[in-house]
């Protein structure tokens, strides 16, 4: 199927008299006939649903859906992106290993990373992305588990070199894990470029309303942990909670999202609800329509603010001209580039504020990727917890407005922009 089909049939097929949109099943047990059948199942040796912790048929379709819509071999859904991004880098490490991360992240990412990670005894190296590969290399160590980097920078829209990022980790033996939340599966595919997995805050742009929250693993099964054993070894050996399986000689190709949920998901408990689940497939069978309104009006909005007197610079990877255009021109659809666009305001926090604060139709929200235009200030709220320096590395000043242009008309997103800057 092509993709906009995928959208809407992927993951569930009803058969004859089951339902014709995708059920919410809000139960979390299910029954079976035998102790046999379900021995069958907490032993890995049966598919099928006995607990909503692990597995659930509605959140089952959904990762079905995502995962061909990546192109990949399994996938998992989450209670929230956050849970996503941990469980990722949690199913690769233990105490004493250690992560490379591009600094051009989410600031909640980076504190997950950065503070929360080390608590669990994992480090972290954060790095300019933009570095030769020579610079590169010498953040690598021994012990060093994954790289870690999102398709499109939130918010600094800066877009990463996937396909030699990902060489470089594969060159060190590791995996590369990449955030596609800005990006979307319907705009880029990090599979098709080297990335071995990839993650997603599916309350942003895949369930779209912002009406539920969740997040995604999604596995591409083309890293070879059998041919690097010595540093996966949980893959290659016997689990004895699972009374000696192992995950590679088991499972092939979707070791890596087998075991995250056989061991972290069983453990931590954070699988998406089935009713959250059911608003991300809504979402997603209207995905591609979206993505193309959401770039268009994007589109225009930035060619509108990087020709105000008041825009002291703007970041957006369609702009001709733009640090990350041509980056957008090989890895995004058509050179698109989602409707998230970052800029800085003449006078600096103030003017930022000022500017905010004048909206009338564009709302100040700690959200971004909505179906409704909203705006948010950055170094004040979701990267609050930042250093100067880690906000200078993250792209960040303290006057860069985050602006996501949502599905309304466009001319009444620029008239409400170009009110507001008029009392900046």
């Known amino acids: 199927m092509e993709f906009a089909t995928k959208c809407l049939h992927g993951g569930y097929e009803p058969q004859n008299g089951e339902p014709g949109a995708l059920p919410i099943i809000q139960s979390t047990t299910f029954k079976y006939d035998s102790t046999a059948q379900v021995a069958k199942l907490f032993d890995l040796q049966a598919a099928g649903f006995f607990y909503s912790r692990l597995a659930n048929p509605t959140v089952d379709a959904v990762e079905q859906k995502i995962t061909a819509l990546d192109g990949g071999v399994g996938a998992i859904c989450t209670s ?135 997040g995604a693993v999604v596995d591409s099964g083309n890293f070879d942990w059998a041919a690097h054993a010595d540093k996966f070894p949980e893959f290659v050996e016997p689990d004895e909670s699972y009374h000696g399986c192992v995950y590679t000689e088991a499972f092939g190709k979707a070791a890596y999202i087998v075991k995250c949920r056989a061991q972290l998901i069983r453990d931590l408990g954070c699988l998406q609800s089935p009713q959250n689940a059911f608003y991300v497939n809504l979402g997603l069978e209207t995905l591609p329509l979206r993505m193309e309104q959401y770039c268009a009006n994007a589109a225009k909005v930035a060619e509108f603010l990087a020709d105000h007197a008041k825009v002291k610079s703007i970041s957006y990877p369609g702009l001709e001209g733009d640090a990350s255009h041509a980056l957008a021109q090989k890895y995004l659809r058509d050179g698109k580039s989602s409707g998230v666009i970052s800029f800085v305001l003449d006078g600096s926090r103030e003017a930022g504020a000022r500017f905010i604060d004048a909206l009338k139709l564009v709302r100040l929200e700690v959200h971004v990727a909505d179906i409704r235009s909203c705006v948010l200030h950055p170094a004040s709220s979701s990267h609050r917890q930042l250093t100067d320096e880690q906000l200078a590395q993250a792209g960040i000043e303290s006057g860069t407005v985050r602006l996501s242009v949502g599905l309304e008309d466009v001319g009444e997103i620029i008239a409400d922009l170009e009110q507001a800057l008029a009392q900046a």
């Open 80 to 214: 929230s992106g956050h849970a996503a991004c941990f469980i990722s880098v949690m199913n690769l490490c233990k105490a004493g290993d250690h992560v490379v991360a591009c600094s051009n992240l989410y600031g909640g990412t980076i504190h997950l990373l950065g503070v929360t990670l080390k608590r669990f005894g994992v480090d972290v190296t954060f790095v300019d992305q933009n570095q030769s590969n020579e610079e590169l290399q010498q953040y690598f160590k021994p012990n060093t588990k994954a790289v870690f980097g999102e398709t499109i920078a939130n918010p600094s829209t800066v877009i990463l070199d996937i396909e030699r990022i990902a060489k470089l980790a594969h060159d060190n033996g590791v995996p590369l894990i990449v955030d596609n939340t800005f990006a979307t599966p319907y705009l880029c595919r990090p599979m098709e470029f080297g990335a071995d997995i990839v993650v997603y805050s599916t309350t942003k742009y895949l369930e779209g309303h912002a009406l539920g929250l969740g």
